[in-house]
C-alpha cells in the first residue's frame, strides 16, 4: 500500500520562494543484508524522483541504496503561477507512485 | 555503636534499589532530549513518517474484515471522536480476564470475538498502523491511570522495573530514575514516559510498540526478553504508563 505525504503550500504570491515537502512509505531494502538462512534480500529501492510544475520538470533525484527507509525529500521552487505539482516516484519491481498538489498563485 | 554503623551502611546499599520516583514537576518527555531537526520532523504532519502509518490505519478502520465481515468503523463510528483518549487510558482492566490488556491486545480482542478474524501478530504492519491512527486521536491528551483495579500489576510492574536483571545485572529504575539526564555511550538517558506510542525510532526505521521498546533495553541489558504480548510486559507498561500519569500524548512520536 502506497502512503506519502505532500507539503505544499495552499496559496503562494507570485515570484515567492516555497518549500515543498514529500515523505513515501518505502522499504528501501539496500540489497546489501542477507537473511538469517544466508540468502539474500534482493534490493528493493525508490530509484528515481521528478517533481513537474504544471507539466514542467522543476526538480529530479536519483536515490541510492543508502538511503534511509521512507525517504523523506524537500526542496524549493518558485511560485509562478496558479496549477498543479505533480510528483513521481519510480523504483525496483516496477514500482511506481504519484501524488499531486494544488497550489493558488496571486 | 558498631551495630548502628553496620545498620546505616546496609540502608546505604539497599538505598539505589529502593528509587525515588521522579518528583512531578522534574519529569520531561524524551521530545525534550532531541535535536531541533528531530523535533521538527514530529511536530509536523507532513514530515512525520509515524503519520504514515496513521494514514494506514485510517483505511483499515474502515476495512471489512473477518467472518462478520465488519470494520472498526462499523462499531466504533467516527474515531476521531469515538477513540479520543483511548490510548491514553490503556492498558485498561479488562472486566471478561480479571487484568489489563494494553491497545495492541484490545485491538486483537476485537478482531477475535468481534470481526471474528484471526489475531494480527505483535508489530506486524497492520496492527501497527491500527494503534497508531487510534493513538493518533489521544494526541495532547493526559495518560490516565486512575484504575484502582490496575493497582497489583501497577506493583507487579514496580517490581519487574526495580529488579535486577540480564548479564550487566541492572535494574530499568537505575538508569531511568536515578541517571536520567547523564550519558549512556554519549546518549542522554531518559526517563522512560510512554508519551509517544507507537512511535517511529530512526534507528529501526520503522514505526514500533512499547513492547519493542521495552525488548530493546532489556537486550541492552543482556537479559532474556519475553514474548511478545506477555504478562510481564503488560505489567511493565502498566507500570510505566501509571508513572507517567498526567503526561501529555504524542502519539505518533519521533524518536532517534
Redesign the interface.
Known sequence: ?T?????VPSRARRGEIIAI?T???HV?ETGFRYTTAGERISRDIIHGFVATYNGEEIFRAELFPAL???P?I?FHTVATESGTIEFRWTGDNGYAATESAKITVE | MLRTTFLAAAVAIAAPALSAEIPHDQRQSSYELMSPDTRAMQDEDTSNPGMLWVLEGEALWKRETGEANRSCADCHGDATQSMKGVAARHPAFDEKRREPVDLEGRINICRTEQQKAPASARESRDILALSAFIARQSRGMPIESSDERLRPFIEKGRSLFTARQGQLNLTCAQCHDDNWGQKLAGIPVPQAHPTGYPLYRLEWQALGSLQRRLRNCMIGMRAEAYVYGAPEYIALETFVKWRARGMPMESPAVRP
Open positions: 500500500m502512503r506519502a505525504l505532500i507539503n515537502k515523505l513515501i512509505s528501501m534511509s527507509a521512507n523523506f524537500t
